[in-house]
């Protein structure tokens, strides 16, 4: 099949889940192409039948800040698909790609017949989506889409409560690890260059958005490490990483907090860590906590969204209310004293991570083109 996957490029899951995606499809012998306005953070180097289109827009003085992306993205997903033959324009994050792409869909009409597939991965639908600016598009761009996905029940539960969705049937493709990537580590050489021998090593991932309260991921640590020696990683970029920053300073955490900004390939970061926090104010299934179980790495996180969908509790990790800071501290100094105890979680999130290999998430979007196309 010759697909079209529009996604964020930025760091962070849609794009991530998107790329890797494509990537994956391409091994099996599709033919890809990325449209986006930069080439997607995980497309690293040259892959065979992949190729990446660039959104480009002009300047002109009377845009000033409103310079129309979305039409720019629409008229290249149009010229793409129209070049190469796409069969199906797949986008994820509905909010613009899903417009967009049915604007390029109309344009195409009476001489190509371009399948559009959604997948929605989160704060499309559970914030931005229902914000009133958006709300009308985002229902009708995803009402108006050849098939939907969602990347947890949660989420599909969530799309039709606060959309309605008339004749949409929104079908769960959960998000999903290569495993050739993420994998628990082979000897303790990973976490030698993390921490100071008899640290134990915590860490977060993630684009740092509010949505994210990275601040009570650095209060998480502090309680943790009036208890136990610890370092905690924290891995990414964005909004809330000064205020994590002040947060540690405040707190006197300097000696034992690192910040390493945007790493592209965190594997090596995870394998090194013996827990992974993720007290997320939302999450519509928590692609990072995800990599990090693959890698035997037991998560403590919010008990939002699609988390339970992923984490199971007590087994792989502990869920706890959003913003129950000392319940997450209890459950991390618990499981880093008793080495029984986690190592049997390490063991239980590698392999519930299993469940959501490449080989078995990726046949799935492939029989959902295969309908779509009636093929
Ligand atoms: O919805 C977002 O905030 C953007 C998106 C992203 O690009 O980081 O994150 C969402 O999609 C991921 C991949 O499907 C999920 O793993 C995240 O849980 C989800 N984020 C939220 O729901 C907050």
Request: hydrophobic fraction near 40%; proline fraction near 5%.
């Amino acid at each position: 099949m010759r697909i079209g996957i529009t996604c964020y490029p930025t760091y962070g899951g849609s794009g991530a889940v998107a790329t890797e995606l494509g990537l994956e499809l391409a091994r099996r012998g599709h033919e890809i192409h990325f449209v986006s306005y930069a080439s997607p953070f995980r497309l690293r180097g040259y892959a065979e039948r992949v190729t990446f289109h660039e959104v480009t827009q002009p300047e002109y003085p009377l845009f000033e800040q409103s310079s129309p992306y979305a039409l720019a993205l629409a008229v290249k997903q149009h010229e793409v698909a129209m070049r190469e033959n796409l069969d199906i324009m797949h986008v994820h994050y509905a909010i613009p790609h899903a417009a967009t792409a049915w604007l390029a869909k109309q344009m195409l009409k009476g001489q190509q017949d371009l399948k559009i597939v959604t997948t929605l991965h989160g704060t499309d639908i559970t914030l931005v989506g229902q914000d009133p600016s958006y709300y009308t598009l985002t229902k009708f761009s995803i009402e108006q889409s050849d098939r939907v996905t969602a990347v947890s029940a949660f989420l599909r539960d969530e799309t039709y409560r606060a959309f309605g969705c008339a004749g949409c049937d929104v079908v769960v493709i959960p998000n999903f690890i290569a495993a050739s990537e993420y994998h628990p580590a082979a000897d303790a050489s990973p976490r030698r260059s993390l921490a100071p021998s008899g640290h134990k090593v915590l860490v977060h991932v993630s684009n740092f958005r509010p949505v994210k309260r990275v601040r009570d991921v650095v209060r998480v640590f502090a309680g943790i490490r009036r208890e136990l020696p610890a370092t905690l990683v924290l891995v990414g970029d964005g909004p809330d990483r000064d205020a994590a920053e002040q947060e540690t300073d405040r707190l006197k955490l300097r000696r034992d907090v690192r910040f390493f900004g945007k790493v592209d390939n965190v594997a090596d970061i995870l394998r090194g860590s013996d827990l992974f926090l993720l007290p997320s104010e939302t999450e519509s299934f928590g692609l990072a906590a995800l990599e990090a179980m693959a890698c035997a790495v037991p998560v403590l996180a919010s008990a939002v969204g699609g988390l339970a969908e992923v984490v199971v509790d007590g087994e792989t990790g502990f869920l706890t209310p959003p913003r129950d800071i000392d319940a997450m501290i209890a459950h991390g100094v618990r499981v880093l004293r008793d080495g029984a105890l986690h190592a049997r979680l390490r063991d239980a999130a590698s392999r519930r991570a299993l469940d959501f290999t490449a080989d078995r998430v990726v046949p799935q979007y492939e029989q959902l083109y295969r309908d779509v196309l009636g093929a």
